[in-house]
């Protein structure tokens, strides 16, 4: 499909665990998107790309929290040792304006369960 | 304060009936806004955008108080498939030159037969 496509759907991992999660974006996507959606909540920015460039990262909760995006394509979020109060969705999204983000596309999740 | 806030709801409302939903946000260097919808385990999809004037989209009207710092999502005539969370994202110019994101939590509509 051309959409964003994120994997795995779900994750269960136990404490301390390190974890990574993929976001393929739609292709030509120059922005790139990463959220945190804990239940009953709205999405939390985490960290933010423009091509391979990682421009903000002012929202990752803590430096367990890693990102790349090497070739300005598909990216990866990374958390170390996992804790439980890690257990979230994790959502990635794609935009085609540089630096605008409007008019975001997301992916379906990752369901990150930390036991 | 939150930079983006929403009432959480739930709003239920019968079939019919016209509900309004608003969204308040704290940075006046805010450039551009949006409702988005999220269903159920789902993830969120763009509704619409929000311009100054005003705009409409079948049964979806969004308005923008820039004055007062707020938008507003008008829902006429609702359907069960409304039944949804309603998302407010606001824009606000970052370091860099790109627009920083944030999203409110969300109204729960739960649209009753």
């Known amino acids: 499909g051309a959409g964003v496509s994120q994997s795995p759907r779900y994750k269960v991992a136990k404490r301390g665990q390190d974890v990574a999660l993929r976001c393929d974006p739609i292709?030509?996507?120059?922005?790139l998107f990463w959220y945190q959606q804990a239940l009953g909540q709205g999405p939390e920015f985490l960290t933010y790309?423009?091509?391979?460039?990682?421009?903000?990262k002012s929202g990752l909760p803590s430096d367990r929290f890693f990102a790349e995006r090497p070739e300005g394509s598909v990216s990866t979020l990374k958390i170390q040792r996992t804790q439980q109060e890690d257990s979230a969705v994790y959502l990635c999204?794609?935009?085609?304006?540089?630096?605008?983000?409007?008019?975001?596309?997301f992916g379906p999740g990752t369901r990150l369960t930390v036991l | 304060r939150k930079e983006v806030e929403q009432d959480p709801g739930p709003f239920n409302v019968p079939e019919g009936a016209t509900v309004a939903f608003n969204c308040t946000y704290s940075?006046?260097?805010?450039?551009?806004f949006f409702w988005y919808r999220q269903d159920c385990r789902k993830e969120p999809k763009l509704l619409m955008s929000?311009?100054?004037s005003g705009n409409e989209d079948g049964r979806f009207t969004a308005q923008l108080n820039r004055a007062s710092q707020y938008i507003s999502l008008l829902i006429r005539d609702s359907k069960l498939s409304d039944s949804a969370t309603y998302l407010c994202?606001?824009?606000?110019?970052?370091?860099?030159?790109?627009?920083?994101?944030?999203f409110g939590t969300g109204t729960k509509l739960q649209v009753i037969p």
């Open positions: 999204a794609s935009s085609l304006d540089p630096g605008q983000g409007k008019k975001q596309f």
């Open positions: 292709s030509g996507h120059v922005s």
């Open positions: 790309f423009q091509n391979e460039a990682q421009l903000d």
């Open positions: 940075n006046s260097a805010s450039q551009s």
């Open positions: 929000v311009y100054s």
């Open positions: 994202v606001v824009n606000t110019p970052g370091a860099g030159g790109y627009q920083k994101v944030t």
